[in-house]
């Protein structure tokens, strides 16, 4: 086996990949994810937790509505049914895979090729469209300006709208992408986390104030004694492939980051918290893979920026890094697998209209 020989294609199809026009190859590539995933409709958990609770708007009368920016913005729009609830989300699903090249563009100037295989390694795609109908494309279209945009403008935008749609699960998620500015020594990445942690918990604070006018003491704390049993279990029978479902194909990229630090000790610490924060809020929330990939989104975009950022040093390993990713997204298994739900979908819309 001629290793140079290899060496050399790899490198020249990893360079011709990256010289792809980038609007083209992230198509290409979120297609992939789709045709890979399939996708699958939250119509019940829609019509039966969001839909009853937008009859009673302006009012906070069910816990989901601590996520207060998804139904006001329904509420504003005259939304009341599920099919319209659904159609507002898919196109705030379809506005933020439409922002990623542009904004990667900008903040990744000759390297946004890069930049987007390893955003389409996240396992944060599989999972919005698993869950299509469900509030998480306010979650992902905010992340991904806070985690992309150049100005500190677009990381207070970007954070309000992420957290407007679970500020209690964006808090945990910026207090991860924190810590792990600090003990990566992520220096760019310190005041981006600060700003999503202060804007999460403002929005908590502001989603409690409306419960409270509203004469709701429900929060989403107690929904978790409700799941805790349940999740526990699924939890014990599925965990190595919750390990897989935190990072997915980047998983190379996060350990490559972590085995870079000088600090043994920080490299170890760095590790404990990616994986223990994220299986903590996976283990005791009932949507697993879902919950694992929104939690673990800001701390992986910080991570990506970061790599990104250290390639423009050592250009010669890019070709490499990206074969090897879209080697690995192509085999790996993905964070959700919903062909399965698409035959009832057709059967239920088939039989709806025909």
């Known amino acids: 086996m001629n290793t140079d020989l ?23 590539l979120v297609v992939f994810v789709l045709a890979k995933t ?28 601590s996520g207060f920016g998804p139904f006001w913005l329904a509420f504003a729009l005259g939304i009341d049914t599920t099919r319209e ?23 990744f100037p000759g390297n946004a090729q890069f930049a987007l295989i390893l955003i389409a390694a996240l396992p944060i795609l599989s ?17 991904i300006i806070w985690g992309l945009g150049r100005s500190t403008t677009w990381w207070v935008v970007g954070a309000f709208i992420a957290s407007s749609a679970n500020p209690e699960q ?20 310190k005041r981006r986390a600060l700003i999503l942690l202060g804007v999460s918990i403002f929005n908590v604070a502001v989603s409690q104030l409306w419960f409270l006018l509203s004469g709701n003491s429900s929060n989403r704390s107690n929904q978790l004694g409700e799941l805790l049993e349940p999740s526990l279990y699924s939890f014990s029978m599925y965990w190595p492939l919750y390990v897989w479902g935190i990072f997915g ?10 085995a870079s630090l000088q600090s043994k000790k920080s490299a170890i610490i760095s590790l404990v918290i990616l994986v223990g924060i994220p299986l903590l809020a996976g283990a005791i929330t009932l949507d ?39 080697f690995i997204l192509v085999i790996a298994p993905p964070a959700e697998l919903s062909w399965p739900a698409i035959g009832p979908i057709i059967i239920d819309f088939l039989n709806q209209y025909f």
């Open 170 to 189: 964006l808090t945990v998620a910026a207090t991860l992408a924190l810590l792990i500015a600090f003990t990566m020594k992520l220096v760019s990445g």
């Open 249 to 258: 194909v980047l998983w190379i990229v996060v350990l490559l980051s972590v």
């Open 85 to 107: 609830w659904i159609m507002m989300t898919t196109l705030i699903l379809a506005s933020a895979i439409a922002l990623v090249v542009p904004l990667a563009k900008r903040q």
């Open 38 to 65: 399939g996708f699958r409709s939250s119509s019940l958990g829609v019509s039966t937790n969001f839909i009853p609770a937008l009859a009673e708007m302006p009012n906070a009368t069910s816990l989901f509505q």
């Open 127 to 143: 999972t919005q469209f698993s869950w299509i109908g469900m509030y998480d494309p306010f979650i992902f279209l905010g992340l």
């Open 288 to 326: 697993g893979f879902r919950v694992l990939a929104l939690v673990a989104l800001p701390v992986t975009l910080l991570i990506v920026g970061n790599f990104v950022d250290s390639i423009k040093t050592n250009k010669f390993t890019a070709p490499f890094i990206a074969v090897a990713m879209l």
């Open 6 to 28: 290899i060496g050399r294609r790899v490198k020249y199809l990893g360079n011709r990949i990256l010289n792809v026009n980038p609007y083209f190859l992230w198509i290409v």
